[in-house]
């Protein structure tokens, strides 16, 4: 039973030696098991970078609604789910959850092979503002880049963690389905409406999720007797969360933990997480040897774009949920 949330040093994973790797990724290791959720400390993004992505963020929200709404998530070219999602979209709270996202991923040309000829639907091109000077090259070209580097670095701790190779996960996130999200809460009421969170109680879809929040509080973790444990945020650290992929991945044995958001802090609220999925075609089968699997084997972006039918308005007529 957990009653907060463990904070690691990375340092030593990214700088040290093998026997600080193997301490480091046991560390992690017993997070997963036990919580779902951990902070990381020391893990090379600068401060100033992630500040800078926070500027970008205030700048993009602080537009009018008819100006966002050019990149609107259900009318984005692809189909591939980037771009703007307004209030209300997102169902994970019964009545919409109460925040506004800018969503991109890794940026491929529409006429990428695996997405004409394979049906790889969710790869593709961003859905960028033209009017926003600067925008893409600190959002993608900076931060984006800088954590799918540090998203390969935790997926070899995660390998170590379960007795596997380091570079296990590396041939299957070569184009990895990595979904990083700039997302605003405006400050909500006391009284609450548990039909109406920043975000409703679930559970995270891809692997893990690299989550930078802005100083407000908000976001809860629930605890195995129901409790929702604070993850106040720490500056300087990420938190890393487990997601179902992984769960699926490893029979159980990493946890994919419920947690929600509450801006109950008066004023408004940022967070950036990012959402690390392998590759399109990777299977996702159960790895740990000598256990028999709880789930059937699925292909991660066909579990994905499930995922998102699921949650999304704009693509709810596609849903049909199997999972
Ligand atoms: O905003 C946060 O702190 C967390 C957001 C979250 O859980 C999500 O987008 O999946
Ligand atoms: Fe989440």
């Known amino acids: 039973m957990f009653q907060q949330i463990p904070l690691i040093d990375f340092g030593p994973f990214l700088n040290g030696t093998d026997e600080d790797r193997q301490r480091v990724s046991s560390q992690i290791g017993d997070a997963c098991r036990n919580v779902g959720f951990f902070y990381i400390s020391n893990h090379g993004v600068s401060s100033t970078l992630t500040e800078r992505v926070y500027e970008q963020a205030?700048?993009?929200?602080?537009?009018?609604?008819?100006?966002?709404?050019?990149?609107?998530?259900?009318?984005?070219p692809c189909g591939n789910n980037r771009g703007?999602?307004?209030?209300?979209?997102?169902?994970?709270?019964?009545?919409?959850?109460?925040?506004?996202?800018?969503?991109?991923?890794?940026?491929?040309?529409?006429?990428?092979?695996?997405?004409?000829?394979?049906?790889?639907?969710?790869?593709?091109?961003n859905f960028w503002p033209d009017n926003l000077e600067g925008f893409r090259e600190c959002i993608y070209d900076e931060y984006y880049l800088t954590m799918i580097s540090l998203g390969h670095k935790v997926l070899e701790a995660f390998a170590l963690s379960l007795n596997l190779p380091l570079n296990y996960f590396k041939s299957?996130?070569?184009?990895?389905?990595?979904?990083?999200?700039?997302?605003?809460?405006?400050?909500?009421?006391?009284?609450?409406?548990?039909?109406q969170l920043g975000c409703g109680a679930h559970t995270d879809y891809e692997c893990f999720?690299?989550?930078?929040?802005?100083?407000?509080?908000?976001?809860?973790?629930?605890?195995?007797?129901?409790?929702?444990?604070?993850?106040?945020?720490?500056?300087?650290?990420?938190?890393?969360?487990?997601?179902?992929?992984?769960?699926?991945?490893?029979?159980?044995?990493?946890?994919?933990t419920v947690h929600r958001v509450i801006n109950v802090s008066g004023t408004t609220?940022?967070?950036?997480?990012?959402?690390?999925?392998?590759?399109?075609?990777?299977?996702?089968?159960?790895?740990?040897?000598d256990e028999t699997p709880k789930y059937e084997p699925v292909i991660a972006g066909q579990y994905l774009t499930q995922r998102f039918d699921d949650t999304y308005n704009y693509r709810q007529k596609n849903s049909d949920s199997s999972y």
Not at 65 to 71: D, I, N
Request: some cysteine; aromatic content about 12%.
């Open 269 to 289: 609220r940022y967070s950036i997480p990012v959402f690390f999925g392998p590759d399109y075609f990777a299977e996702i089968k159960c790895l740990i040897n």
């Open 84 to 125: 703007y999602t307004p209030m209300f979209e997102e169902k994970l709270s019964l009545k919409g959850d109460l925040k506004e996202g800018f969503d991109l991923a890794m940026e491929l040309p529409a006429d990428d092979k695996d997405r004409i000829e394979r049906g790889a639907l969710l790869y593709g091109p």
């Open 58 to 76: 205030k700048r993009y929200f602080s537009q009018s609604l008819e100006e966002k709404m050019k990149l609107y998530i259900g009318s984005c």
């Open 172 to 195: 299957m996130s070569q184009k990895p389905m990595v979904t990083m999200r700039l997302l605003h809460y405006p400050p909500q009421p006391v009284v609450l409406d548990e039909d």
């Open 209 to 256: 999720t690299l989550l930078s929040q802005s100083n407000q509080s908000g976001l809860q973790v629930r605890n195995n007797k129901g409790e929702w444990i604070h993850a106040t945020p720490i500056e300087n650290t990420f938190v890393v969360n487990i997601g179902d992929m992984m769960q699926r991945w490893t029979n159980d044995q990493f946890k994919s």
